[in-house]
């Protein structure tokens, strides 16, 4: 077992490995210290065994029980443990399940608020306010000098990959009705964790409308010569079933529908004219980067999805409007009253990626921190009985499911996997740290 100073988990390489990968450069910069950067949907088992850290960097934790974590404090008891917290800018219903709600979330666990207001959110939840830092955002970070020239040219760079013409209006949309996707098991999964029974299905049934809606919207859009449409599934949300789902809304999807997951939301944000999404805080990225947004409302927003930017987000309500922006000759500068928003309420504290790898710094000396939750990993530790009894039924249900599909049955559907394109590899985290290195600095 090798001894380090820092773990960072990584739950979607697209959304979070470009920020790691620039903390642990500021890291090693600043201390010449060791990090580490892996996936937590990854193979976590030998990780464990790998590694002895001193810190660990979480991208969730309301408790526990959350995916992959107990499984972590067993295993690194003694280690001090930062809440990254990558969803952050919630919904009314989104409060009561992102909440904090156990004693170790509340009372083990150093988070990190991008602002005054998830800091006010945590302390509501129980969060003793010497557990909480406020940091600014990373992702948002990544749009300011200097970590924007890590970019480069985007667009002709995806313009090549994927065919687009550059000359054409890039109409970019970064889709967020993940919930249409959600079979009866996940919103029960929803419900146990907070959410409102009453809203979770409700939350289901609004996002499949609008995604059916919405989807015809962006074919019809295919018709107009001058734009390219690009449609990029959520990271959760595996491109075959986000194809299947719109196959059967709107029939045969036109090759001038570009489906592409691939990517950073970044790279498509810098390299687009205009910007389209449903509540998706990727508008607000879109502010950032100065481009023209638009909030797609094809039915009214549920009173518990509100969230206190959305008025100040330009909508569009029916396909002719959606059309209408696309061939307008001129895209209006729509973007400035959110990028106000933002950067008054998430980037007023400095540079927050320097500000994270400092903290981590500070986390690895033992001069800031939740105590480490030996209390925690004793209570949850599994005797050798019941490990066996888990890995045998978890082994028991996966031989069961394949039995059934060699016959020409399913007996269950087996869970989607929502890290399709999560798997880490060693090689491309240092690709990206040297690429840091480069535009950062060495010294």
């Not at 960097?57 to 917290?85: K, M, Q």
């Not at 973007?335 to 008054?344: D, F, K, N, S, T």
């Not at 890290?419 to 535009?439: F, M, N």
């Amino acid at each position: 077992m090798k001894h380090i100073d820092v773990v960072y988990f990584v739950e979607h390489v697209a959304r979070e490995l470009d920020i790691a990968c620039a903390v642990r450069h500021r890291f090693q910069q600043r201390t010449g210290g060791t990090m580490e950067i892996l996936g937590i949907g990854g193979d976590l088992a030998a990780a464990l065994k790998r590694y002895h850290p001193r810190a660990v960097a979480l991208p969730f934790c309301t408790s526990i029980d959350d995916f992959g974590v107990a499984d972590v404090v067993r295993a690194w008891p003694e280690a001090r443990y930062l809440n990254l917290s990558f969803e952050q800018v919630l919904g009314k219903t989104q409060k009561r399940a992102k909440a904090p709600r156990d004693h170790f979330a509340r009372h083990r666990v150093l988070h990190l608020a991008w602002g005054e207001f998830f800091a006010r959110f945590l302390e509501d939840a129980g969060v003793p306010r010497e557990h909480i830092v406020v940091n600014g955002n990373p992702t948002y970070a990544l749009y300011q000098p200097p970590y924007q020239a890590y970019y480069g040219d985007p667009r002709r760079e995806l313009a090549q990959r994927y065919g687009l013409d550059p000359e054409k209006r890039w109409a970019f949309i970064p889709e967020n009705y993940g919930w249409a996707f959600f079979s009866d098991r996940l919103v029960r999964d929803r419900i146990r964790r907070g959410f409102d029974p009453d809203d979770a299905y409700r939350y289901r049934d609004f996002a499949r409308r609008s995604l059916k809606e919405a989807a015809r919207w962006w074919v019809e859009a295919t018709a107009v010569p001058q734009v390219e449409v690009v449609v990029r599934p959520r990271p959760a949300i595996p491109r075959e079933l986000f194809v299947r789902t719109m196959e059967e809304s709107v029939g045969n999807i036109p090759d001038m529908l570009h489906i592409i997951k691939e990517g950073s939301v970044r790279e498509w944000l810098f390299a687009s004219d205009v910007v389209f999404s449903s509540y998706s805080t990727t508008l607000l990225e879109a502010a950032i980067t100065r481009k023209p947004l638009y909030m797609l409302a094809p039915h009214p927003f549920p009173d518990f999805l509100y969230a206190e930017w959305y008025p100040l987000a330009e909508t569009v309500e029916s396909g002719d409007a959606f059309v209408d922006v696309l061939t307008r000759p001129r895209l209006e500068n729509n973007w400035q009253p959110l990028e106000a928003w933002v950067r008054r309420n998430m980037m007023s504290n400095g540079d927050a990626i320097a500000n994270l790898a400092a903290l981590l710094a500070k986390m690895v000396d033992g001069r800031q921190g939740a105590p480490p939750p030996l209390d925690v990993a004793a209570a949850i530790r599994q005797t050798p009985v019941q490990e066996v009894a888990f890995r045998a039924r978890k082994m028991g249900w996966g031989a069961l499911y394949w039995a059934s599909k060699a016959v020409g049955g399913e007996l269950f559907k087996k869970h989607w996997m929502a890290h399709e394109d999560d798997r880490l590899s060693p090689v491309e985290i240092q690709r990206r740290t040297a690429r840091w290195a480069e535009i950062l600095g060495e010294g």
